[in-house]
């Protein structure tokens, strides 16, 4: 029961990208493409959605749910490195045809071909977690 608010959301996450088609490989290619507006609109509306969601917990000074006010840290701009790292996540996406989210639907709507992407993405994370300290932040 402790997992079940995770299970749950993780449900309406899937549930929502299987509607939207954002986890279809030919919705994705198309957006490489520039083929169809379609995941251009899902994502332009999630940063929208994401930028008022920020505005309105600086405006309301937005507390946590052990009643922390949550606070934004202002990061040093690395445009070199976030261009850099746009790219590799760009071809990775273009490659497989997924990003994570969808990787995880994909493979619970059955498509068995993806499980080799899912390898691959947390063996790219473990590599990560393994050389961070060496890695230029």
Request: one cysteine or more; glycine letters at 12%.
């Amino acid at each position: 029961m402790k997992f079940f608010k995770f299970l749950l959301a993780g449900t309406i996450f899937g549930i929502i990208m299987a509607q939207s088609e954002a986890m279809s490989w030919y919705r994705i290619q198309e957006m490489f493409r520039f083929q169809s507006f379609h995941m251009y609109g899902i994502i332009g509306t999630a940063v929208v959605l994401g930028a008022l969601g920020v505005f309105l917990i600086k405006t309301f000074n937005v507390k946590d749910i052990h009643g922390e006010p949550i606070q934004f840290e202002p990061k040093e701009r690395q445009w070199v490195k976030s261009i850099l790292g746009g790219i590799i996540f760009g071809l990775g996406w273009a490659l497989s045809g997924a990003c994570p989210g969808p990787i995880v639907v994909n493979v619970g709507f059955g498509f068995t071909s993806m499980l080799i992407v899912l390898v691959f993405a947390v063996l790219g994370t473990f590599t990560y977690g393994v050389f961070r300290d060496k890695l230029p932040h």
